[in-house]
């Protein structure tokens, strides 16, 4: 959440940083401002921010903006409206010092007060405010000691970047719980919330820790411990391709959101490659860092992740009970941490998250590890805090993902649950049979879901048509069910209608005194053991007139139910959820795009979750 980009060396920063700042806008978009300064002690800090997108501040940037000195940053407002005022940076009384931020300072308000009452007028309502002034009303001789006396009257989570007009030469940068990847150019270094943003202009990259400061000049970098001893960080190499963060130059896909859809099945393909094991039946998991005897002992599963990665943390469950045979269930990251959960030893604990940053998720994991537990990842983001955090895992190989709602990332999360149930299903009582009939319908996956991708233009009718409704429901059982949560969910967060997710078979305990002809029902409804129940339901919901748009196998018997229709392929019962999920995030598309609406950035939202 927040992008936070610097710069200095040999160009002007203002245009570097515009840019960087463009490709950290799916990290919150509701303002964006630079600082800049000279090269002399004599040069004043010059500040521009603006509430809106990157491109009104482009748009707004006074004549004269030098400098080869600079920070940016892209804010998703925690404290105080989006607005000119709030925008970061923020500076000290004199105008000396500016900061940008990540993060949240809890005890901002205390110290608030304390500076008021020490004569200090505060401009804006941040929290991040008070960084400036602490600075900037520092005696320490070196800015980094500046920097470290502010930080140690804070608590809270930070990343930060600080320029100040008194240190032209340098910028320093600190990090507590939300990224900073520093960048090594040529005579030039640059400083990142996130890869997107360097990897055009440097792939030497050195990650900052936890506790840690950083100064950077145009010639390198110095890495400190926040009590301002040394603490050596080497850059190293990131096997990346820049392209890979782009639209695809073709001009085929107008938004991030379809191009990720698109790319589905060759995202799938990855993350299966190479752990297939079709001889013995099973997969290979070596990051997972468990033997089989260790495997073995595992009595219980719990998943946990936010949003759409907890929905999918779900699925997981399913598939690993399944397979596995082993009690598992998933949990919003976001709330296990706060009942104090007991912790056991036999329990595998599975984070799941497309960015490696969600803190609930990675909070969750520390209080984890904290009472002994194991835990393991299932991460897209190479080298992220989750990841560096977890006892073993899974990367998914998704490639980036940009667009706030998440598709492919989701997918492959799904696809790494099978293959971790298959892992662990084969240690245990899955027969070589069944996991063998899993491989086979693994590898046909990306081929189906090629040939429901290829249902676009008949879903897209069908979206505009769901587009017109205020409220929806999405109902699916069992297996079904986090299919239309997350169905549920992508609508709701792309399309601003009010869609929620019910248990088919709850509906008549409640939610059915709603349905009406202005309430449509996208009822996940496969060919299993549930068909005949779900199809009954269909006629609840068509008998008090709801329409029905039906998610179904072509082999689906609705008898007289008056629907649209809309059929995947079927594959194997425990792998279907996963070709059930991919229509309805091109209902959401296509209802949002027909609404107009921003897709890649969907109100009040940001990829990325970096506060609590
Ligand atoms: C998905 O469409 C959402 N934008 C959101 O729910 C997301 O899945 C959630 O915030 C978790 O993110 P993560 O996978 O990066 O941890």
């Not at 203002?14 to 800049?36: F, I, K, N, Q």
């Not at 520093?182 to 990259?205: C, N, P």
């Not at 269930?329 to 030893?345: G, H, K, N």
């Amino acid at each position: 959440m927040c992008g936070i980009v610097g710069y200095i060396g040999t160009q002007q920063a203002a245009p570097l940083l515009l840019e960087g700042l463009t490709r950290l806008e799916h990290r919150g978009y509701d303002s964006a401002g630079l600082a800049v300064l000279g090269a002399t002690s004599s040069s004043s800090l010059k500040v521009a921010k603006k509430a809106g997108r990157v491109r009104d501040l482009q748009g707004d940037l006074p004549k004269r903006f030098a400098g080869k000195v600079g920070i940016g940053h892209t804010r998703w407002a925690t404290h105080g409206p989006a607005n000119d005022v709030n925008a970061h940076p923020h500076v000290d009384a004199k105008g000396d010092v500016a900061v940008v931020h990540n993060g949240i300072i809890d005890n901002a308000s205390t110290l608030r007060q304390q500076l008021t009452a020490d004569g200090v007028t505060l401009a804006s309502d941040t929290d991040t405010e008070v960084l400036a002034h602490l600075i900037g009303r520092s005696s320490a001789e070196t800015l980094e000691g500046r920097v470290a006396e502010a930080l140690a009257q804070v608590d809270g989570t930070y990343g930060l970047a600080v320029v100040h007009a008194d240190f032209p030469d340098r910028i320093v940068v600190a990090r507590n719980g939300s990224p900073l990847i520093i960048g090594v150019g040529e005579k030039e270094m640059l400083v990142a919330s996130d890869l997107a943003a360097l990897v055009r202009h440097t792939t030497t990259v050195a990650h900052l820790e936890d506790g840690e400061l950083a100064t950077l000049t145009a010639s390198g970098f110095t890495t400190y411990r926040t009590d301002l001893t040394r603490a050596p960080r080497e850059a190293t190499e990131v096997d990346v391709d820049p392209s890979a963060y782009e639209l695809s130059g073709e001009g085929e896909h107008e938004s991030f959101m379809h191009q990720e859809m698109r790319e589905q099945p060759a995202a799938a393909e990855r993350v299966l490659r190479g752990r297939l094991d079709e001889r013995f039946g099973t997969a290979h998991l070596g990051g997972l860092n468990m033997d089989a005897r260790e495997t073995r002992a595992i009595r219980r599963v719990k998943i946990l992740g936010c949003g759409s990665a907890y929905y999918v943390g779900q699925m997981g469950a399913s598939l690993i009970e399944e397979l596995a045979r082993i009690p598992a269930d998933a949990e919003a990251a976001s709330e296990f941490r706060y009942r104090d959960p007991v912790i056991e030893a036999d329990t595998l604990y599975v984070a799941v998250s497309q960015s490696g940053e969600t803190i609930d998720t990675l909070l969750a994991v520390q209080e984890i590890r904290r009472k002994g537990g194991r835990v393991i990842g299932l991460v897209n983001v190479v080298g992220s805090a989750i990841a560096r955090e977890v006892d073993g895992g899974i990367y998914l190989h998704s490639g980036p993902e940009v667009a706030v709602a998440s598709t492919k990332a989701l997918t492959n999360m799904f696809l790494g649950f099978s293959l971790l149930a298959l892992q662990l299903g084969r240690v245990r009582d899955l027969s070589i049979a069944d996991g063998k009939r899993l491989i086979g319908a693994l590898t046909t996956l990306p081929e189906q879901m090629g040939e429901v991708l290829e249902q676009e233009d008949a879903l897209a009718e069908v979206a505009r048509t769901l587009a017109e409704a205020e409220s929806l429901f999405f109902v699916g059982r069992v297996r079904g069910f986090p299919v239309a949560r997350e169905g549920a969910q992508k609508f709701k967060e792309i399309s601003y209608r009010h869609a929620e997710a019910y248990q088919t078979s709850e509906l008549k305990h409640g939610p059915l005194a709603l349905i009406s002809p202005d309430v449509p029902t996208v009822a996940i409804v496969p060919a299993d053991e549930l068909t005949d129940r779900n199809v009954g339901a269909l006629h609840e919901i068509a008998a008090r007139g709801g329409p029905l748009v039906v998610v179904t196998h072509a082999d689906v018997d609705l008898g007289e139910v008056v629907c649209t229709r809309i059929d995947v392929p079927r594959s194997e019962r425990e792998l279907d959820p996963i070709l059930l999920t991919i229509p309805l995030q091109l209902l959401a598309y296509h209802a949002a795009l027909h609404l107009g609406h921003d897709i890649d950035k969907p109100r009040n939202l940001a990829k990325s979750v970096t506060v609590e």
